[in-house]
């Protein structure tokens, strides 16, 4: 029965309904009038006061609180949330009350003298102020004492947040009530602030395993919850390792857009620590409002919109305040996902997607003649090493020939600035994809460069952007090792020393719209990827995070190093310089520059071999125009070796 009313009343975690705290209100604050009028007549007035006088004091008081507490919304508040500001609305809520009250009296007294009015008035402000308050302290005790003791604990785990600063704060009040977590404390690296408490929780410190070990044991503590990526990353290789190994769930609260993003597991918002969030940096600084100025009301073309960074460039163009967006892809499943995702959380975007292909002129000829983009961001491509090492004549295609289209396209119809998607592996390239991404560079880079000479006609602002791998892209290194680990292994890797520089795709996005706003044409950007990540030890990680012992419960095999593969990557080649610019992230790329008729007749020639099916004589060619291109794949490396012939005689 208690258990039912607790539901009827909406005590189970959620409310209490807003006429239930509008009633109690008005019966304290009747309540308080009647004792403080009460109080008066017998010690100061000391008269006979009619019936009638009272049960007009009651309709007066009930009206006049009923207005006030409806002008200031006093009973719309979360009672268990009340803070300092609630109080302030209580108070002006009761002076408006007392002022209505004094003006009746004043105009009706009654009988009663103005001095006792105004003493009356005054006892009943102070009185109507404690007794309001201190019903929601007593609401808020019982709520923790009753609804939080005998309804909320099951099932709960107990957590405590690293990290005492104001998001950790805030985030230890806003799950004070879940139904998921009890959080116990908080907990903190060094002995700071040993035996303190912040907001009714104690601060719990460690300095060795020992001290973590003591904390968990002692308190019973099943998870840690970090409030940002920073921390975690911080405490990656000290507190995560230790809870990894004592089987300690690890937790997170991600920013507020992956909330809205509608990924989390839970509406509290807290999900568990994936390997990306230890690998990923500090959120990247953007000028949005310049990056919004300068896409407002624009129709924006975006090639390769159903792929990993061509969905999450759409994702975020969609919240520009573009004026239209059109979805380029040969993909249909995936082009039909982002389209339902688009018109799901993107109700009002106006947008169109197109199922075409660049290799094919006729249909980018249809899409440009019919939407006239403004911007085109170009991030079709095949990228997979492997695959490109065993079809480099559809490298060609796609990569080299599929970018001159859409630059030739946007020269055609006065397209104002094109930001092709480039890669790390274009520079010094040891594949096939990185080479023709490395073709594509060179077309378009000259392309622009003929534009400022005056030897083309045209006005396309020609930007490249280049970066690594970006976390958790369809068929990278991330998803296909998690996919291992469910299976229960063994996790394949090709080399014990192979490294690797990682991005997230959002910041990858975020970069390439700044590079699209900061670039004037004819550029070659390069993003700072911070620290080189060593994927044996990225593998270690991410079997132990899903709880498993490495080399014990899975195992990871080394596999070789494929065709094309390299130990490192390098972001600039040992020939170029690079220049800064307003962003510390980002750097533009002194490269070779290439005249426009030579990457002319190159691109078309390969596109003639290619076409033709010529592998041997595609891949000498690149190896021409490309003479850093030395390639790893055993299949390609005799051309290495008859350029060095040729070069000799």
């Known amino acids: 029965m208690f258990l039912s009313l607790i539901r009827k009343l909406h005590l189970d975690g959620s409310y209490i309904r807003s006429w239930l705290i509008l009633t109690i209100d008005l019966a304290v604050s009747v309540m308080a009038t009647m004792v403080a009028f009460l109080t008066i007549d017998y010690f100061v007035q000391n008269t006979d006061t009619s019936l009638f006088h009272y049960l007009f004091l009651l309709a007066l008081t009930f009206f006049c609180s009923a207005a006030a507490f409806y002008i200031f919304r006093t009973y719309r508040s979360v009672i268990r949330h009340s803070s300092l500001r609630e109080v302030w609305k209580l108070g002006a809520a009761t002076l408006l009350k007392e002022a209505l009250m004094l003006l009746a009296l004043w105009l009706y007294p009654d009988g009663m003298r103005f001095k006792s009015i105004v003493l009356c008035v005054v006892l009943d402000l102070f009185v109507t102020v404690c007794l309001l308050v201190s019903v929601r302290v007593l609401m808020i005790l019982v709520y923790d004492a009753v609804v939080l003791s005998y309804v909320k604990r099951t099932n709960r785990i107990r957590t405590l947040v690293y990290g005492v600063d104001a998001k950790e704060v805030a985030l230890v009040m806003r799950l004070q009530n879940s139904p998921h977590y009890d959080i116990c404390g908080f907990i903190t690296h060094g002995r700071k602030l040993k035996s303190y408490e912040i907001a009714d929780r104690p601060v719990y410190y460690f300095e060795t395993e020992e001290n973590i070990e003591y904390v968990v044991d002692h308190f019973g503590i099943e998870a840690i919850l970090f409030g940002s990526y920073r921390n975690a990353k911080a405490e990656s290789d000290r507190l995560i390792k230790f809870c990894i190994a004592r089987g300690i769930k690890l937790l ?58 061509g969905s999450e460039l759409c994702r975020q163009l969609a919240t520009f305040g573009i004026g239209q967006l059109i979805l380029f892809d040969n993909a249909e499943t995936p082009m039909h996902e982002i389209r339902l995702e688009m018109e799901d959380r993107y109700p009002d975007l106006k947008f169109v997607p197109v199922i075409g292909d660049v290799r094919i002129q006729k249909r980018l000829d249809f899409v440009f003649r019919t939407y006239r983009p403004q911007v085109v961001f170009h991030a079709a491509a095949y990228k997979h090493v492997p695959l490109m090492e065993e079809n480099p004549c559809e490298a060609v295609l796609v990569n080299v020939v599929g970018s001159r289209n859409v630059a030739d396209h946007c020269i055609r119809y006065g ?39 005056g030897r083309i006609e045209g006005r396309t602002q020609f930007i490249t952007t280049r970066f690594g791998n ?180």
């Open 252 to 309: 997170i609260a991600p920013p507020i857009d992956e909330i809205v993003d509608g990924k989390l597991a839970h509406q509290s918002g807290i999900r568990n620590i994936k390997i990306e969030d230890l690998l990923g940096r500090e959120e990247i600084k953007i000028s949005l409002s310049e990056i919004k100025d300068n896409l407002r009301d624009k129709t924006v073309l975006v090639t390769g919109a159903a792929g990993s960074i």
């Open 415 to 453: 397209v104002e600035k094109m930001v092709m998607i480039s890669t790390d592996k274009a520079v010094n390239p040891t594949n096939v994809m990185g080479c023709t991404k490395r073709l594509a560079e060179i077309y378009v880079q000259s392309l622009g460069q003929a534009i400022v000479n």
């Open 470 to 649: 970006v976390l958790g892209s369809n068929g990278s290194v991330i998803p296909r090792f998690r996919d291992q680990i469910e299976h229960g292994g063994p996790v394949t890797v090709t080399h014990p020393e192979i490294r690797r520089y990682f991005m997230t795709i959002p910041e990858a996005c975020r970069l390439v719209m700044e590079a699209a706003t900061i670039g004037r044409g004819n550029t070659i950007f390069v993003f700072d990827m911070g620290e080189c990540v060593k994927i044996a030890e990225l593998a270690r990680r991410m079997i132990a995070l899903a709880g498993f012992r490495v080399d014990e419960e899975i195992r990871i095999v080394y596999t070789g190093l494929r065709p094309g593969e390299k130990l490192y990557e390098e972001v600039l080649s040992n020939t170029e310089n690079t220049l800064p610019t307003g962003h510390e992230k980002i750097r533009i790329a002194k490269v070779r520059e290439y005249d426009y008729e030579e990457a002319c007749r190159a691109t078309d020639e390969l596109e003639r071999l290619a076409r033709e099916f010529d592998i041997p004589s595609v891949v000498r060619l690149m190896k021409r125009v490309v003479p850093e291109y030395h390639s790893q794949n055993s299949r390609f490396e005799v051309y290495d070796r008859e350029l060095a012939e040729e070069k000799t005689v």
